[in-house]
């Protein structure tokens, strides 16, 4: 199966244990050929326009377009469904893995310990959960980084004036993306953790028990989200320009996380990262004062962009 993907391809070259440099050929065949898809596609199609023409919508408003938030919803539902899918597979994944964790590193000393790093905690399923979970946490706030942009996204290309013009206030208006940001991180966040927890359970005889500390785990993750969310509301208000700098904080966060406790870095550079302040569930202690600290800063960020956003210039 690892064929019929490309990060396979590079791991088939087997560096130091095969060395088979002729597999390197095969993403760059891949490229070429999506390249000349291209290209002979765009020989084919009108300036601006698609293979497939456009058609008319119809005269009157949709009932689903007759609110900033059922605005939202439509232009988002399909980004929103596709990153659910994704985490579905994750969960399912992760889930299926996790009762035979042990048997997978047995005898792997190295992969254990990094493992058992990276989870902070003393079992070794446990630990597998945590960091896989993290992982899916880091991953959630880029959709809610993704989705929060939208707002940036449609003031560029000139889409917001329409709207804003008429009796839909600024507020009004990014509110709508900003719960399609905040919410669709939470169910991300669910839907994989359902599928781990039943997965996992089925797989341990214990579906409910399961199924309910998998959920607990996901859950606690939630506020870390959404920090990244808040930063990108905060600079599309209070710095438009710099918007797209929310994404280098999610690599940041993705760096400390993943590779801060491998590499030993001090306790007060790991705490720039919300994900380190969150509890490392399960196995651990559940303490809900950092979740209540954590959205009170997301707060202030939203409240931050949005006060910037009503008092600025609409940009192109």
């Known amino acids: 199966m690892t064929w019929l993907s490309p ?11 095969g060395d088979r440099y002729w597999v390197a050929l095969l993403p760059l065949a891949a490229a070429a050929l999506v390249a000349g898809c291209a290209y002979a596609l765009i020989e084919r199609r009108d300036l601006g326009a698609g293979l497939v023409p456009s058609r008319p919508g119809p005269a009157t408003a949709a009932p689903g377009l007759r609110s900033p ?5 439509r232009l988002q539902r399909g980004s929103m469904a596709a990153w659910a899918a994704g985490f579905l597979v994750y969960g399912l994944v992760i889930g299926g893995l996790a009762n035979g964790i042990g048997d997978l590193v047995d005898g792997n000393s190295g992969t254990t310990d990094v493992i ?3 989870g902070g905690q003393n079992g070794l399923v446990d630990a597998f959960l945590v960091t896989c979970i993290g992982i899916m946490a880091i991953l959630a706030s880029t959709y809610g980084v993704q989705a929060a942009l ?3 996204a449609e003031e560029t290309q000139q889409r917001a004036e329409p709207v804003l013009v008429a009796a839909v206030g600024r507020v ?8 399609i940001a905040l919410a669709g991180t939470a169910v991300m966040m669910l839907v994989s953790g359902l599928a781990i927890g039943v ?9 409910g028990g399961k199924t309910a500390e998998a959920l607990g785990a996901v859950l606690v993750q939630v506020p870390a989200a959404w920090v990244a969310t808040g930063i990108a509301v905060a600079l599309f208000g209070l710095a438009p320009r710099l918007a797209l700098g929310a994404w280098a904080m999610v690599g940041l966060f993705l760096l400390l996380g993943q590779l801060g406790p491998l590499l030993d870095l001090g306790q007060a550079v790991m705490d720039l990262s919300p994900f380190t302040h969150v509890p490392k569930l399960p196995g651990g202690d559940m303490r809900a004062t950092p979740l209540v600290v954590l959205t009170a800063i997301v707060a202030a960020l939203v409240g931050a962009g949005l006060y910037g956003f009503r008092r600025r210039d609409v940009t192109a």
């Open 7 to 17: 990060v396979g391809w590079v791991e088939q070259i087997r560096p130091y244990g």
């Open 69 to 73: 938030l059922a605005l939202a919803w």
């Open 116 to 118: 058992t790093k990276m």
């Open 150 to 152: 939208r707002l940036r």
């Open 172 to 179: 009004r208006w990014a509110a709508g993306h900003l719960l």
């Open 199 to 207: 997965t996992y359970g089925a797989a341990a005889g214990d579906v």
